[in-house]
Each structure stands twice: as C-alpha cells, then as structure tokens.
C-alpha cells in the first residue's frame, strides 16, 4: 500500500526492517528488490536479488526477479 500511495521511503524502511527480523523472508526480499529496481537503483536490486536466491533458490520469487533483472539489462 505504501509503494501504491507513492511513500517508497517509508515502504523500503518497512521491507528492510522485516529483513532485518526474518532475513530468510521471501515476499520480504521480493518486495525491497521490485521497489529497488522501479527506483533505478540497479546496484541494490542486484545485491536484494542474490540475497534471494541465496535464501530461496527457485522460488517463484527468485526466478520473477532475475526475469525482471535480466529483462531490463538488456
């Protein structure tokens, strides 16, 4: 809801405070890595990206992001 209202700040502080208290937390990675990526900010979808796949590797989240990576890079 925060994203869809247009308070990114705010909404990445929430994903990031929920990988801070469930690091292994898949919606949680996902979320920070499509907020991270709308943002331009390649560098951190990157890093949000491996920490996903790392955590859950072939999830539908894993494979979505590295889709959506590989899709505008190139």
Do not use: N
């Amino acid at each position: 809801l925060l994203v869809e209202l247009g308070r990114l700040d705010e909404a990445r502080g929430y994903f990031q405070r929920t990988l801070e208290l469930a690091p292994r937390h898949v919606k949680g990675h996902f979320a920070l890595f499509t907020l991270q990526h709308a943002a331009g900010e390649t560098d951190a979808a990157l890093a949000t990206m491996r920490a996903l796949q790392r955590v859950a590797p072939g999830s539908p989240e894993a494979v979505a992001a590295s889709e959506i990576f590989d899709a505008s890079a190139g």
